[in-house]
């Protein structure tokens, strides 16, 4: 795999980062979770709106199971497919089922923890891990939520707005509003 720096703006050292190149690093699914409990569905495009989510999405309209908790990396979730690929075969997980916004392929959603990124033309900032929890596992299966430890993927603000679409390449960058 070829690697390179991916720049929005001159960086300082402290947002840099390194990702796989362009080709590597896309958006392969979008899924919103229209109401509590129900599987999310799998949408073309979806509208990021800061300070609230992804238009639609249960979390955007503040009645996901967790809307009430404060704090950051509430708007948006993402989880990457080589992950839900490597599950043992009895924690095999749809994307759905994962119940994260953004399936990714190519990024590793960890080292995005702290960073400002884009997806297509989104800015988003990582803000911490999505470990998975107990209610994941009462919604799909046993042994998920052990299964999904440290990978479970990376709950992000949205910095700036705009329509995030499949297959639209993540990039890490530095966010400057204009």
Known sequence: ?????????????????????AADGRVEGIYLGLRRGE???SVAEAEA?????????????????????????????LIAAEVLDRLPPA????AAEARRNLVT????????????????????????????CAHLERLTRPGVAAALVGRGGLRAD???????????????????PA
């Open 158 to 176: 949205i910095l700036a707005g705009g329509r995030i679409r499949a297959g639209d390449v993540l990039a890490c960058g530095r966010f400057e």
């Open 91 to 94: 924690c095999r997980l749809s």
């Open 1 to 21: 795999m070829i690697l390179k720096f991916m720049r929005a703006s001159a960086p300082s050292r402290s947002t840099e980062c390194l990702l796989p190149a």
């Open 49 to 77: 709106i800061p300070g609230h989510g992804l238009a639609g999405d249960r979390y955007w309209s503040g009645a996901g199971t967790w809307s009430h908790w404060p704090g950051a990396g509430r708007e948006v979730t």
């Open 105 to 132: 392929r190519g990024v590793d959603l960890n080292a995005l923890v702290g960073r400002d990124f884009r997806v297509g033309p989104v800015w988003l900032r990582g803000q911490r891990l999505c470990e998975p």
């Open 39 to 41: 599987l999310p569905v």
